[in-house]
């Protein structure tokens, strides 16, 4: 059994069915690029980047990206991808509480479902982490799990609106996850510093 989000994504990551519902990029993330670029965007953090579709769009659209993951499988498969399509980016293993970054290093932070695999405390961390490293006038696009889900209040509550989840059976696969997680009330969550 899995003990961590990191070591299940990392377990999914690893297999060609886990990664196949993951390899395009959201039309909400793609669609930001035309936006960014009118802003003169050209650093770009993707912060929880999985198997680095968003990671890979942005830099085939001409950002200097950084995209740090804490699963290596999720990583491994983005550095080939990006070998494969000729992509120069910087993809690093890292946690997502403690950017390793300077303040006020990035004109865009993405971070698509990566910050509520946690508690409300590890969200606030994660938000002030994000906040330290974008410059002022950078933005942010991210999201959050809603409590209109039909899964939220499913579990063992281990803090207000925070749940430790059994077997979730998914389309391609069964993950056990153990970590918990936390909804909010507005799942699509942006801000510009
Ligand atoms: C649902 S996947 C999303 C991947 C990617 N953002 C996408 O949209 O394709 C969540 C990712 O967040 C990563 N993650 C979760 N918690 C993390 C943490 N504390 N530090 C670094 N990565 C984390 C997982 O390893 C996983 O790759």
Same mark, same amino acid.
């Given at each position: 059994?899995?003990?961590?989000?990191?070591?299940?994504?990392?377990?999914?990551?690893?297999?060609?069915?886990?990664?196949? *519902?993951?390899?395009?990029?959201?039309?909400?993330?793609?669609?930001?690029?035309?936006?960014?670029?009118?802003?003169?965007a050209?650093?770009?953090?993707?912060?929880?980047?999985?198997?680095g579709?968003?990671?890979?769009?942005?830099?085939?659209?001409?950002?200097?990206?950084?995209?740090?993951?804490?699963?290596?499988?999720?990583?491994?498969?983005?550095?080939?991808?990006?070998?494969?399509?000729?992509?120069?980016?910087?993809?690093?293993?890292?946690?997502?509480?403690?950017?390793?970054?300077?303040?006020?290093?990035? *004109?865009?932070?993405?971070?698509?479902n990566?910050?509520?695999h946690?508690?409300?405390? *590890?969200?606030?961390?994660?938000?002030?982490?994000?906040?330290?490293?974008l410059?002022?006038?950078?933005?942010?696009?991210?999201?959050?799990?809603?409590?209109?889900?039909?899964?939220?209040?499913?579990?063992?509550?281990?803090?207000?609106?925070?749940?430790?989840?059994?077997?979730?059976?998914?389309?391609?696969?069964?993950?056990?996850?153990?970590w918990p997680?936390?909804?909010?009330?507005?799942?699509?969550?942006?801000?510009?510093?």
């Amino acid at each position: 059994m899995v003990a961590t989000a990191v070591e299940a994504w990392d377990e999914r990551w690893a297999t060609p069915e886990g990664r196949a *519902d993951w390899l395009v990029p959201h039309p909400a993330v793609a669609g930001l690029v035309p936006v960014l670029k009118a802003r003169g965007a050209q650093h770009v953090l993707d912060l929880g980047c999985g198997v680095g579709r968003h990671a890979l769009y942005f830099a085939e659209h001409g950002f200097a990206v950084e995209a740090i993951d804490g699963a290596a499988a999720g990583l491994d498969f983005a550095c080939r991808e990006a070998a494969a399509r000729d992509l120069r980016l910087s993809l690093r293993q890292a946690d997502a509480d403690t950017l390793p970054f300077s303040d006020e290093s990035f *004109d865009y932070v993405l971070s698509w479902n990566v910050i509520f695999h946690g508690t409300m405390g *590890d969200v606030g961390r994660r938000l002030a982490e994000i906040w330290r490293v974008l410059k002022p006038g950078g933005l942010f696009q991210g999201t959050m799990l809603s409590k209109r889900d039909v899964q939220f209040g499913r579990g063992r509550a281990i803090a207000p609106d925070t749940f430790i989840r059994a077997a979730i059976p998914r389309r391609t696969h069964t993950s056990i996850a153990t970590w918990p997680a936390l909804p909010c009330s507005s799942p699509a969550l942006s801000f510009c510093r």
